[in-house]
T-cell receptor, first 121, second 112 residues
Framework: GAVVSQHPSRVICKSGTSVKIECRSL??????MFWYRQFPKQSLMLMAT?????????EQGVEKDKFLINHASLTLSTLTVTSAHPEDSSFYIC?????????????????FGSGTRLTVV | GQQLNQSPQSMFIQEGEDVSMNCTSS?????WLWYKQEPGEGPVLLIA?????ELTSNGRLTAQFGITRKDSFLNISASIPSDVGIYFC????????????FGKGTRLHILP
């Protein structure tokens, strides 16, 4: 149980185009999804938190208009990198969490997708 | 803000040796999580700890939630080649709006 599917696993796009990354919770309802960025040999950097049906909360320094996040259902969140540039090339990872009211983190903990390697040329 | 200090940063060990890594924080956590990440993949949850003092095993892996709630360790016994990867600790604070905080990772190398 607690499987998070992320798609695509790799994408190469031209500078100036937009790329959409999908994150799906396959066997549970994710009230909260998180998007991370990871540079080579570094830890995960939280970009934004999205709750189903509401606007995402972005971390300081992350451009909202550049990284559009939509969490339209309890099983799907999308990250769109708009007008991508080479400096946006990175490994993007989503995670999903199910919260039981009043009980904190679910038994699943935070489950991660397999990541998307974005290369902007 | 909350920070996690994970050590060591990297380890080079012989196959069969035991491994120990830890994370410490200046603030308390309600949950400690240990993940392993392999190249080109997302982190995979190894062990989750929810109570101070809790000691949990997953095969050859054992992790403990420190009594002070400010630290956790992960041990791997009798290491094998497939243990190679980056191990991350992560903590979640006690407040509803707290976000998971990651350590910087311990890169494990196993010498033949």
């Amino acid at each position: 149980g607690a499987v998070v599917s992320q798609h695509p696993s790799r994408v190469i796009c031209k500078s100036g185009t937009s790329v959409k990354i999908e994150c799906r919770s396959l066997d549970f309802q994710a009230t909260t999804m998180f998007w991370y960025r990871q540079f080579p040999k570094q830890s995960l950097m939280l970009m934004a938190t999205s709750n189903e049906g509401s606007k995402a909360t972005y971390e300081q320094g992350v451009e909202k208009d550049k990284f559009l996040i939509n969490h339209a259902s309890l099983t799907l969140s999308t990250l769109t990198v708009t007008s991508a540039h080479p400096e946006d090339s990175s490994f993007y990872i989503c995670s999903a969490s199910r919260l039981y009211p009043g009980q904190g983190v679910s038994d699943y903990g935070y489950t991660f997708g397999s990541g998307t390697r974005l290369t902007v040329v | 803000g909350q920070q996690l200090n994970q050590s060591p940063q990297s380890m080079f060990i012989q196959e069969g040796e035991d491994v120990s890594m830890n994370c410490t924080s200046s603030s308390i956590f309600n949950t400690w999580l240990w993940y392993k990440q392999e190249p080109g993949e997302g982190p995979v949850l190894l062990i989750a700890l929810y109570k101070a003092g809790e000691l949990t095993s997953n095969g050859r892996l054992t992790a403990q939630f420190g009594i002070t709630r400010k630290d956790s360790f992960l041990n791997i016994s009798a290491s094998i080649p497939s243990d190679v990867g980056i191990y991350f600790c992560a903590g979640l604070g006690p407040y509803r709006d707290d976000k998971i905080i990651f350590g910087k990772g311990t890169r494990l190398h196993i010498l033949p």
